[in-house]
């Protein structure tokens, strides 16, 4: 059976439809990436288009400028690896990527492709556009949608309204996708949450514009290899969505000389500069991440990581910059002792800037991104305020290269912790604008806020 599992294009003419946005001609340069690489610098595009994320995007975002291919979409991959293995003929096309911008072109694409089942990963802020792509390929062959954004009510929901969509993978959907391929049932598919990722051969990367991926916020020399030192998070924030809609808590560790043997083969294939681990946590379990330093310090290339403020003693922090790391991405979302509480981040002491402190002061050309949030529920204007000193008063800059950070607007994604609170606090109606939950924009938190400050007034 031919297999194609595809990651659409993310695009929108101000707020209009997807079927609507077909009609809009773009700028006759996004034609061209050669072009558009020439003349990036010295133009800005139209606010009414906005270029986005979706596939191995934990947070899906868009902006003003096509964002090239930051994530690497390793479900995807992951389900294309092992669907190989199991004898199928399996086909990935990423047209975020491959910087396709029609929609029409796409469509085009996947029907010449002439696969039995064609797989769509979705999102929530990307829905709309997601189902209108199902719908539209449906016509042609069988369509299963896949991916975080179809919770229990959500999958079915889909369901009822459009069985014209075969097939509905709930969360993570490498082995369920194996599942539907075997016996071809119609309906909605449980997640089964792959637990030893070693167990399971290396994710795709033999397809087009696969060795494109760059994370930008860890500048390191092109070609970026992104990979998974481990799926997964043991620790509990209400906000995080992938950890829990995507593998339900479950936490699958790697052992590093199956990491060690995956980036020596990508190296060997394609010729890999550096390497971004863009795991949920990177730096879990000391003995280990000190023993993959090991075969990181042997192999030799620059390499950067995500990962947790609290979870490595300084020794071994100290030793990943001796073996080669020359960036570190921490989530803090705030400073704050009460909200961190609120959203059950687990860092809970303030220590932990002690640690950042020691790592700014030690390695002053070592890149240290800060993700942080706005618009957490218990969130004032004056913590949020607090937060933007405290980060200056550091030596910390949106606009830096070795010292920054991103705002990023809180989001309650489907089936996380904080949209089940809210939802029983304020009502479904309050959260059912998905249009609201594209983190580079005002969400619908952002929306309430505002709403509150009005009234205040």
């Not at 052992?255 to 020596?264: D, W």
């Not at 390497?275 to 991440?289: A, K, M, S, V």
Request: some cysteine.
């Amino acid at each position: 059976m031919k297999i194609t599992l595809v990651n659409a294009p993310v695009i929108r003419y101000k707020n209009k439809s997807p079927k609507k946005s077909l009609k809009v001609k773009l700028y006759s340069l996004l034609n061209s990436r050669n072009k558009l690489k020439k003349v990036s610098n010295i133009i800005k595009f139209n606010e009414d288009f906005r270029f986005g994320v979706r596939a191995g995007s934990r947070w899906p975002w868009t902006m003003e400028n096509p964002p090239g291919a930051p994530h690497f979409p390793f479900i995807m991959a992951y389900t294309a690896s092992l669907l190989r293995q199991e004898g199928h003929i399996v086909n990935l096309i990423d047209s975020v990527a491959e910087e396709e911008y029609s929609y029409k072109k796409f469509i085009k694409k996947v029907k010449q492709d002439n696969a039995e089942i064609v797989i769509i990963e979705c999102s929530t802020p990307t829905i709309d556009i997601d189902l209108w792509m199902a719908l539209e390929i449906s016509k042609f062959t069988k369509v299963a949608l896949a991916g975080p954004h179809l919770t229990d009510i959500n999958a079915q929901f889909i369901h009822q309204k459009h069985p014209e969509i075969s097939f509905l993978l709930k969360g993570e959907y490498i082995l369920s996708s194996l599942e539907m391929v075997n016996t071809k049932i119609k309906g909605i598919y449980e997640s089964v949450i792959v637990k030893d990722l070693d167990s399971i051969p290396f994710p795709l990367r033999d397809y087009p514009f696969a060795i494109k991926y760059f994370d930008p916020t860890m500048p390191t020399e092109k070609p970026q290899l992104q990979i998974y030192g481990s799926k997964g998070c043991p620790f509990k924030c209400t906000f995080c969505l992938w950890p829990q809609t995507m593998y339900n808590g479950t936490v699958s560790i790697r052992e590093p000389e199956n990491i060690a043997l995956e980036i020596k083969e990508c190296i060997s294939k394609y010729g890999y500069k550096s390497i971004f681990f863009d795991d949920d946590t990177f730096n879990l379990g000391t003995e280990r991440i000190s023993k993959l330093c090991d075969y990181l310090k042997e192999i030799g290339l620059p390499w950067t990581m995500m990962g947790r403020l609290d979870c490595s003693p300084d020794w071994l922090y100290d030793k990943m910059i001796d073996c080669g790391c020359v960036g570190m991405r921490f989530g803090v979302e705030t400073f704050n002792v009460n909200v961190l509480k609120s959203i059950n981040k687990g860092l809970e002491r303030t220590d932990f800037i002690k640690t950042l402190i020691y790592l700014s002061n030690k390695y002053p050309r070592l890149m240290i991104r800060l993700t942080m949030m706005k618009d957490i529920p218990a969130q004032t204007e004056e913590i949020q305020h607090r937060d933007m000193e405290i980060l200056n008063e550091i030596g910390y800059s949106s606009n830096t290269v070795t010292r920054n950070y991103q705002l990023s607007s809180c989001v309650p994604f489907p089936g996380t912790k904080m949209y089940n609170d809210l939802k029983l606090e304020k009502g479904e109606e309050f959260l059912n604008n998905f249009n609201l939950y594209d983190g580079s924009q005002d969400t619908v938190l952002t929306k309430e806020k505002r709403k509150n400050d009005k009234t205040k007034k």
